[in-house]
């Protein structure tokens, strides 16, 4: 993987990881992700005249993509209702770059070298050591692991639809802008259609938090959507989930929260995949 390429994704997951540090905003989670969607909607829309259209092919490709982030968005939402942030989180990012690595080979003819392959099994390893053993309240099991799992096979699949999309549609930048607004279209009419439109009335006096969260969120896709038109999709969505390891140096550091040492040997397992995506 090329330096610029490298660096880049390094700084999406840093975004990835301040803008789950910072949308913990005083509101339920639906409600956080739902603001999310509707602030990286409404940053979207005005730069679209200064992006090209995306081509015309490109357009399913973005409407089924808009569809996998919005089920993702859905299935975290339940994943967390029914196990540990802890626990969820890692074991839905972690599993998706071993799908999109074996999907990368049977599928899309990519090979990797032995190398690529370790730094990819380094790095989910490591999330996947730390949701297994890196909480107190034991494995999951039933509906949670059930979702978890399901989170993964969203990510797994909204990735390489992102990574081949934005090839095919011509214009990373006009596939990425177009898709948020379509991810955010589906999860207003969810709302509307589960929630009411009440809903919206309680995002207000979280916005300016929101705005923050919802622009790290969309310059980080931002960069990997381009990265996955530079690298092969499956080393950039292993090296995007580095994020992980950000989030634990925020919540040692500046959260001040505890940090098991299951979790400090996970991120040095992260450290060196992402150290081998250099080799």
Do not use: C
């Not at 999330?127 to 107190?136: C, E, P, T």
């Amino acid at each position: 993987m090329e330096t610029t390429v490298f660096a880049a994704v390094l700084f999406a997951a840093l975004l990835h990881a301040g803008w789950n540090a910072a949308v913990k905003v005083g509101l339920d989670r639906f409600s956080s992700i739902l603001l999310l969607a509707i602030v990286q909607a409404a940053i979207a829309v005005p730069l679209l005249p200064f992006v090209p259209l995306p081509a015309p092919e490109g357009w399913w490709w973005i409407a089924a993509a808009a569809l996998l982030h919005a089920g993702y968005k859905l299935f975290l939402i339940q994943a967390y209702a029914h196990a540990d942030l802890s626990q969820a989180y890692p074991l839905a990012r972690g599993t998706a770059p071993l799908i999109v690595s074996a999907v990368s080979i049977l599928f899309l003819g990519v090979s990797f070298t032995g190398v690529q392959m370790l730094a990819i099994a380094a790095i989910s390893g490591g999330i996947l050591v730390m949701a297994l053993r890196g909480s107190d309240s034991g494995r999951m099991q039933g509906k949670a692991l059930f979702y978890a799992l399901g989170t993964a096979g969203f990510t797994a699949s909204y990735t390489l639809m992102d990574g081949v999309g934005a090839r095919v549609a011509g214009s990373p930048s006009g596939f990425i802008l177009w898709m948020v607004i379509g991810d955010a279209m589906v999860m207003v009419a969810f709302a509307v259609a589960t929630r009411g439109t009440g809903v919206f009335a309680a995002l207000v006096p979280a916005w300016k938090t929101g705005l923050a969260a919802g622009a790290m969120s969309l310059g980080s896709y931002w960069i990997a959507v381009w990265a996955f038109t530079q690298a092969p999709i499956a080393l950039v969505a292993a090296l995007r989930e580095s994020s992980i390891l950000f989030a634990i140096l925020i919540a040692a550091f500046v959260m001040r929260e505890r940090v098991s040492g299951w979790r400090w040997g996970s991120a040095l397992m992260i450290a060196a995949g992402v150290a081998l995506t250099r080799a």
